[in-house]
Nanobody
Framework: QVQMVESGGDSVQPGGSLRLSCTAS???????RAWYRQAPGKEREWVAD???????YYADSVKERFTISQDAAKNTVDLQMNSLKPEDTAMYYC?????????????????????WGQGTQVTVSS
């Protein structure tokens, strides 16, 4: 049974930093992992993803501020977030494709295609 667990969310002031972590227990594939976020009243949006070969991809809104990384041995994926802005406020979710050959969608995801965690809240406010 696959279980995705996120942690690290908090409330910070603009310009601050946070590091989110996701553990994917029981995930059996060498595949991409992604971070998505969802603000109140908005659709879930792609933030970043990392492939099994450590290739990384970022949404334009977070490029140069966020860094995604993984530790294959620990089955974890982290998201280092710097220079946080109020518009980064959202629930952050990590995801992994259910299908062995699934992809990490760089758009609004098809929810049923992924394993999801419960989310971790990031609030950026002065």
């Amino acid at each position: 049974q696959v279980q995705m667990v996120e942690s690290g969310g908090d409330s910070v002031q603009p310009g601050g930093s946070l590091r989110l972590s996701c553990t994917a227990s029981g995930y059996p594939y060498r595949n991409c992992r992604a971070w998505y976020r969802q603000a109140p009243g908005k659709e879930r949006e792609w933030v970043a993803d990392i492939d099994f070969d450590d290739s990384t991809y970022y949404a334009d809104s977070v490029k140069e501020r966020f860094t995604i990384s993984q530790d294959a041995a620990k089955n974890t994926v982290d998201l280092q977030m710097n220079s946080l802005k109020p518009e980064d406020t959202a629930m952050y979710y990590c995801a992994a494709p259910r299908d062995r050959y699934g992809i990490c969608q760089r758009s609004t995801p098809k929810y049923d295609a992924y394993y999801w965690g419960q989310g971790t809240q990031v609030t950026v406010s002065s």
